[in-house]
């Protein structure tokens, strides 16, 4: 028994004649009628009888309808499915995001890729970038969103944003200023995402200045929130000051205080037809 065979059976099925039944399965009428009884062979049960206005199913012939319709249908849905996971159409995906990308994951573009792909989910692992970069290594994740500066060895990257630092305060004269120099920061009590603290040291140091760093953390969410309990001013990524403390927030204004996220992955990572797609969209 073969899905053509099927086929070949539900067509004669429903035009209960052997001659109409080939012309719309475009082959003649003997190799037809041949499948049909190798078919009856095989099952050991006569699925047609012949009545005057032409052939009807027998009762066996019922009952194996029912379930011919049901395996083409799966065949038909199976079909559907490989193409869509080879096309990238189907699938999951299995993305980290770094906790400083959440003003900005998902993207707009998400919303348009969603009502084209349906079908595609994804699976979200949340941690601080290094983090992340952890799981790209141990295959965890396909994709990882990470913020700069790490280190890149090993890995592809797409730039996605590019940001200025920003200054999160509830001073109220500090408030008052449209943007804040160096000099400016070197005389509060900072708080400051521990792996920016490198650069910031290079800049004071470069100035002639030295900083209290009254509190260093690991998730820029947690700068802003000591920041907001007046435990000093802290230091983070515009996009992620706009999503927490839009309110608060001041401009710094200094060159080289600037860092992206990137989406990364593995370059001895094969991509598939999805990740192709995700990487693409965003």
Sequence with gaps: MNLKQLRYFLVVAE?????????????????????LKQLEKELGAQLFKRTAHGIELTDAGQTFQSYANEIITLAQNAENQVHKTVSGEL???????????TGLIPMNSFE????????????????NTYGILDKLEKKTIDLGIVRTPYNQTGLQTKTLTTEKMMAITTDPILKEKKELRIKDLAGHPLIVYRRFEAIFNQTFAHHGLKPFYAVKCDDSRTAITWAKQKMGLALVPESIAKTYAEESMIPIKHANWVTHLQLVWRKDRQLTPLMKKIIAAM
């Design 112 to 127: 348009e890729f969603r009502q084209y792909y349906p079908e595609i989910s994804f699976d979200i692992y949340e941690d």
């Design 91 to 101: 699938g999951t995906i299995t993305l980290g995001m770094a906790s400083s990308s």
């Design 15 to 35: 035009e209960k004649q052997i001659t109409s039944a080939a012309k719309r399965l475009y082959i003649a009428q003997p190799p037809l009628s041949y499948q």
